[in-house]
């Protein structure tokens, strides 16, 4: 280490003790240790040094993620604009749709038929040549941080394509790359595993494990047959992984997104999910970063309630991840819409907002995945629902078929045995913009996009980071060309995944119209988030009991300001009853008003502040 690398030097020994101890603990290996660091010194050096500028920068403000004016969007780089030098292209549309963190779907190289929406990766250290280049990330990274813009990716860890350079010399039968994965003769040990461990798709992809005829072996396989999943007892794996990682933060990520955290460590006996060695792996990823590039934050994507993901912060002085995916909210909060009680979602809520404000969550209506209705069915069995039947009324609720709805969408994962299924759709289309397109009828139209509004102003709402999905800013529906294809025909996921609409997006600046209205509405909801102090990560934030299982009421305060977001989940007009005394703003019209008794109509919400 050369005299004039001071600020690895310092940053080493602030977090050596700890790396160490943590690696020997998990691997005894000091040899693989020395390597590690070596290593972790050698991308420090091949950083750019404006990529050094910007940990210096974001060192001095770790909490810059964390500002109100932050928000996110979700999109594919090929549906969006074709390839990565096509988003280059269309950075002045995200930037007018108030965007400044661009999360990148992945775009890793992987095999086509197999890719798994491009999480089976093949080569962790190239882009899919229909897409591009790494030196075409690289450009479009560093363009993007002259524009104030973030850029996220998804890191996926847990597995590797079977198409990955590993796996073809494990398939050879080197024993050395067979370590790298779990590989058994026999179905034994095999069927051991499966006596505890869960299945993620027991229709698409029925069991943990794929049997390799040609090497006699068996493989774990968690997710599909062409996805091989890692081992991480294996220290060469970590070590390798951990490489890839500063290499793709060496082109200018400022967030990683860990694919499937909960599933890294795996031990037999077990259900291979949360396992505590799991969080080892975190925290050494954490420290690794803070030491080589301070300015990358960990986006951690765990699918369980608040109260079992919050273990994945770590803690205040030992954190893991920088930010969680509140997927949990998510799907209740669709719940909430179908069924007009806002119980649960409170409740939920209430869980959140007692958390360190250190931990900060990532909020979302719609994503690139499916809904599942991972509910708190405890709970929701006190007032009458029933998980197999309640599940049965979402999916009917949401697909159309009950009485009423407006929403259209498709099943995934349609489980006639459990009769479970998760669901696909966009938000305009579960809002009602299709169906009420479809009728052309004007007032059915209206009302899907106040839905819409008032649906994202809440999401605006909550503690933490809204990530907002491609299509979504001009009301783009559901997208049926996947069925012809057949490379996406059997996943109706791609329901959500199509192509973005240029055409409707030109219609953004039309008063007249769905994407207009959506457009402006948006976009006068996110100013006032970006404005208003009491939107500040440091706010109180409670959820406020109006005494109307329809209406959520969130309340923000501030250095002495409080603000009101109250929200009619029902169709009907409500009255939230409240009794605050003073006289309040409403932040979208700007009249004042009273805080007493206030009549919601149905689908809408106010935003107010006194102070």
Avoid at 181 to 203: A, G, H, L, M, N
Wanted: net charge negative; hydrophobic share 35%.
């Amino acid at each position: 280490m050369k005299k004039n690398d001071g600020v690895f030097r310092k940053r080493l020994e602030k977090y050596e003790d700890e790396l160490r101890w943590l690696y020997m603990e998990l691997y005894g290996n000091g040899e693989m240790f020395a390597e590690l660091i070596g290593q972790m010194y050698e991308y420090y050096k091949a950083r750019k040094v404006s990529l050094k500028n910007r940990d210096k920068k974001r060192e001095e403000d770790p909490e810059w993620f964390k500002r109100n004016d932050m928000l996110g969007m979700m999109l594919y780089i090929d549906n969006f604009a074709g390839t990565l030098k096509g988003v280059e292209e269309k950075l002045d549309y995200l930037k007018s749709c108030n965007v400044n963190c661009l999360h990148f779907m992945p775009f890793l190289d992987s095999p086509k038929g197999r890719s798994d929406g491009g999480y089976a990766v093949a080569d962790f250290r190239k882009v899919n040549p229909e897409l591009g280049t790494m030196e075409d990330l690289a450009e479009l990274t560093e363009k993007c941080h002259k524009k104030n813009m973030n850029v996220c990716m998804d890191f996926v860890m847990n597995h590797t394509s079977e198409d990955h350079e590993w796996a073809k010399k494990a398939r050879q039968g080197d024993g050395e790359y067979m370590s790298r994965y779990f590989f058994y003769d026999s179905d034994e040990i095999p069927k051991k595993y499966e006596e505890t461990v869960p299945q993620v798709f027991p229709t698409t992809a029925p069991g943990n494990f794929t049997y390799l005829p040609e090497l006699n072996h068996y493989v774990l396989t968690t997710f599909y047959p062409y996805q091989w999943d890692l081992n991480y007892q294996n220290p060469r794996v970590f070590n390798e992984m951990m490489y890839n990682f500063l290499y793709l933060a060496n082109q200018g990520m400022d967030i990683i997104r860990i694919d499937a955290v909960p599933y890294i460590w795996k031990e037999l006996g077990t259900s291979c999910r949360n396992l505590p060695k799991v969080h080892t792996i975190v925290r050494m990823m954490r420290i690794i970063g803070e030491i080589v590039c301070p300015s990358v934050i960990l986006l951690g994507e765990v699918v369980m309630e608040p109260e079992k993901v919050a273990p994945y912060f770590g803690t205040v002085e030992k954190p893991e991840c920088h930010m969680l995916y509140n997927v949990t909210t998510m799907a209740t909060t669709w719940h909430s819409l179908a069924t007009q009680d806002i119980r649960l979602l409170k409740k939920q809520m209430d869980v959140v907002n007692a958390l360190p404000k250190e931990y900060t969550f990532l909020n979302y209506l719609r994503c690139h995945d499916d809904i599942g209705w991972g509910l708190d069915f405890d709970t929701l069995k006190d007032w009458g629902m029933e998980e197999i039947p309640h599940k049965r009324y979402l999916n009917d609720f949401f697909t159309g078929k009950y009485e009423g709805s407006v929403s259209r969408g498709e099943l995934y994962n349609d489980d006639p045995v459990t009769q479970d299924a998760r669901f696909c759709g966009t938000t305009a289309s579960m809002c009602g913009v299709e169906s009420a397109g479809f009728e052309q009828n004007p007032e059915k139209i209206e009302k899907a996009v106040e839905l819409d509004l008032m649906l994202h102003a809440y999401m605006l709402t909550q503690s933490g980071i809204p990530m907002l999905y491609s299509g979504d800013e001009i009301g783009q529906v559901n997208d049926y060309t996947y069925k012809g294809n057949p490379l996406k025909c059997q996943d109706s996921r791609y329901l959500h995944r199509g192509a973005f609409c240029w055409d409707l997006a030109e219609k953004r600046n039309q008063p007249d119209t769905v994407e207009g209205k959506l457009f402006k509405g948006l976009g006068k909801l996110e100013k006032i988030r970006r404005q208003e102090p009491v939107f500040d990560a440091q706010a109180d934030v409670y959820t406020y009991d109006v005494h109307e299982d329809s209406i959520l009421c969130i309340l923000r305060e501030r250095n002495g300001e409080k603000f009101f977001g109250i929200f009619n989940f029902s169709s009907q007009d409500k009255t939230a009853w409240i009794q605050e005394e003073g006289v309040y703003q409403n932040l979208l019209t700007g009249k004042s008003m009273e805080m007493r008794d206030v009549r919601i109509p149905g689908h809408g919400f106010i935003w107010a502040k006194r102070g």
